[in-house]
């Protein structure tokens, strides 16, 4: 499965943006899609998680301003940002777990990244 993530830019503090992800490619089922994302300096920590039956995670830092959805129909996962803080500045990576066969162990896709600043 490829990952093919859009939508990052520059927004200003207190300004919303929204990144779609959109998973090509052979696969049995996908099973939970989401968003991490990697500030300067920092390590990639989880932001949002969705799963194929609409279950959603997000990380305490986003609660409230953040909310992932997806269709399943396009396979594509969205991180609709709301009041955007300068220490959301990173790059966000959408992730995919997914299965090649109705058996056999999940797999893990990462896509390219893609930049968010918030900055005035």
């Known amino acids: 499965v490829q990952l093919q993530a859009s939508g990052g830019g520059l927004v200003q503090p207190g300004g919303s943006l929204r990144l779609s992800c959109a998973a090509s490619?052979?696969?049995?089922?996908?099973?939970?899609m989401g968003w991490y994302r990697q500030a300067p300096g920092k390590q990639r920590e989880a932001v949002a998680t969705i799963t194929s039956g609409g279950n959603t995670n997000h990380a305490d830092s986003v609660k409230g301003r953040f909310t992932v959805s997806s269709d399943n129909a396009k396979n594509t996962v969205y991180l609709q940002i709301f009041s955007a803080k300068p220490e959301d500045t990173a790059t966000y990576y959408c992730?995919?777990?997914?299965?090649?066969?109705?058996?056999?162990?999940?797999?893990?896709?990462w896509g390219q990244g893609t930049l968010v600043t918030v900055s005035s």
């Open positions: 992730w995919a777990e997914w299965n090649r066969f109705s058996w056999g162990p999940s797999e893990e896709s």
């Open positions: 490619g052979g696969a049995f089922s996908i099973n939970a």
